[in-house]
């Protein structure tokens, strides 16, 4: 993609439709929506729909479907559909979240440095690195006992985790931008660095912050999950996905029902934001629709 000024580089409403369409209209891209929607449905409309309250025991424990427990129920007798029908919004809050504040760190962090002196940026990168080089899970586990669990904390532990890796991904797209003429021209003519990072640098750069936006709620995701099976989630009877994963699995060879659904629902999600997220990146680069010129 050629870059230009931000009044040339920015979609107009009717190039997003464009682009929404072009990407909808391939089969991967189509499949990848419908993945979405799918899980979407199942975590805002479950609440509402769900046969039982998330705490009632309707049955024995770890008992095979049934006509008042559709799914079984889990280890403590609870229905097992009416806690994945309520387990998906806490899931998709807390990735989505901890996604939007990495993001408001690391890309402002990242279009910063791209500006700044050199000293600051041998500096960032030095403490990306080292976050970098720290697995995720363990990131999150030392937060997490020292701030104690809850959905909240790992909101911002998750955050933590990831704006490293938005830092780098905004930083390289950022440093190319920030070459060009168009932004030393208005760094002469004294426009302030936030004024050129909004007009200028941002406006170029929005096709791979999206793209990699969709992989870090993915990422997001997986984690959540881990840490929530790990015992570290919101505390119970609330339910997500991870945790009913981690309850239930002591009986999955006798009531399999219990683990399988998450299991699928939470791949479904992935899977999903992945191929929308892969059709999107190829239909940007392939030039099907673009954001400048």
């Given amino acids: 993609m050629t870059l230009s000024p931000a009044v040339e580089a920015s979609p107009s409403p009717k190039g997003a439709r ?11 891209g189509a499949v990848g929506a419908l993945m979405l929607a799918l899980v979407a449905v199942v975590a805002l409309i479950g609440p509402l729909v ?7 025991v309707v049955g024995i424990p770890l008992a095979h479907p049934s006509h008042a427990a559709r799914l079984g129920t889990d280890v403590l007798g609870r229905d097992v559909l009416s806690r994945v029908l309520n387990g998906g919004l806490t899931l998709l809050a807390v990735a989505i979240s901890a996604t939007l504040l990495a993001y408001l760190v690391g890309a402002c962090w990242g279009m910063a440095v791209s500006l ?7 500096v960032s990168i030095g403490v990306v690195d080292v976050l970098l080089s720290l697995p995720p899970l363990v990131i999150g586990l030392v937060l997490l006992a020292g701030a104690g669990s809850g959905n909240v904390t790992i909101a911002l532990a998750l955050a933590v985790i990831q704006a490293p890796r ?9 440093r190319e931008v920030a070459a060009q003429d168009f932004v030393e021209a208005a760094t002469a003519r004294g426009d302030s660095m936030w ?6 640098i941002l406006a170029n750069i929005w096709t791979p912050m999206l ?3 969709g992989l870090r709620v993915t990422s997001s995701v997986i984690l959540f999950s881990s840490l929530s099976f790990l015992g570290l989630g919101a505390p119970p009877p609330s339910p997500d996905w991870g945790q009913m994963i981690s309850e239930n699995q002591i009986g999955i060879v006798t009531q399999p029902w219990g683990v399988v659904v998450p299991v699928v629902l939470i791949a479904v999600l992935s899977v999903g934001t992945n191929l929308l997220t892969d059709t999107f990146s190829r239909t940007m680069n392939n030039g099907a629709v673009g954001g400048g010129r």
């Fill in 18 to 28: 464009s682009l929404v369409w072009t990407v909808l209209r391939q089969p991967q």
């Fill in 50 to 56: 769900a046969p039982h309250d998330i705490r009632t």
């Fill in 116 to 122: 700044r002196s050199s000293a600051l940026d041998v």
């Fill in 166 to 174: 938005v830092f780098r991904i905004v930083r390289a797209a950022s």
């Fill in 195 to 200: 004024s050129v990072v909004r007009r200028d």
């Fill in 211 to 213: 793209t990699d936006f």
